[in-house]
Structure formats: structure tokens, C-alpha cells
Nanobody, 121 residues
């Protein structure tokens, strides 16, 4: 599956952004999806995930501020980010087709190209 992430940009602390990840193909509804992020000089880390049956998981750092959702008809997964902090600055990646722990990078077979989110203080 091919993934195209969008919606990143420059914003201020406290603001909101919504990221989108459009997937190709008609099998999207069968995939577990995830969002990861990678800050400069840091390793890529799990942010949020949603299963094909709408089980949802969040990293502790974003729980209560970020919301993941999916629209199978549009083959798109979203990440609504509220109360953004400078520490949320990173390139955000969507991932698909999970076959291991939801929080592990190695579990996902397909990755999008990433979209940059910059949060200024």
C-alpha cells in the first residue's frame, strides 16, 4: 500500500493541526494504521495507532491532546493534534499493515513520506 501524508506546517504553541494520510488500494479497511514522529536528532517514536476494528492506542506524551481516526470510504487516517507544544515538533509519518506490537516501528510494512510539523513557542 502507498501512503501520502499531508497537513503539516508551522504553528504556535496551543494551536491545532490535523494531519491526513491517504492510502492507495481497496484493502485499506483491513489494515491497522499508525502515526509515528521523528524529531531532529531523535529516533522515530510511536504516536498513535488504530486497528481495522477501531481499537485505538496513544503514546503517553500525546494522550488527551491527539486523536486518531480513520475513514475507510476515503481510505484515509487522520491525526487531530490539539494543544500543540514545541516538543511536538517533528516529521510525522503514517504507517500501515501492522504485524507486531502497535508501538514498534518494525511492525509496519508500509510508510508514507512524512510531513513536517513545527510548533513555535
Amino acid at each position: 500500500v502507498q501512503l501520502q501524508a499531508s497537513g503539516g506546517g508551522l504553528t504556535q504553541a496551543g494551536d491545532s493541526l490535523r494531519l491526513s494520510c491517504k492510502a492507495s488500494g481497496r484493502t485499506f479497511r483491513w489494515y491497522d494504521m499508525g502515526w509515528f514522529r521523528q524529531a531532529p536528532g531523535e529516533e522515530r517514536e510511536f504516536v498513535a495507532g488504530i486497528s481495522r476494528s477501531d481499537d485505538i492506542w496513544y503514546a503517553d506524551a500525546v494522550r488527551g491532546r491527539f486523536t486518531i481516526s480513520r475513514n475507510n470510504a476515503k481510505t484515509t487516517v487522520y491525526l487531530e493534534m490539539n494543544s500543540l507544544k514545541p516538543g511536538d515538533t517533528a516529521v510525522y509519518y503514517c504507517a500501515a499493515d501492522r504485524s507486531g506490537p502497535y508501538y514498534s516501528i518494525q511492525s509496519y510494512k508500509s510508510w508514507g513520506q512524512g510531513t513536517l510539523v513545527t510548533v513555535s513557542s
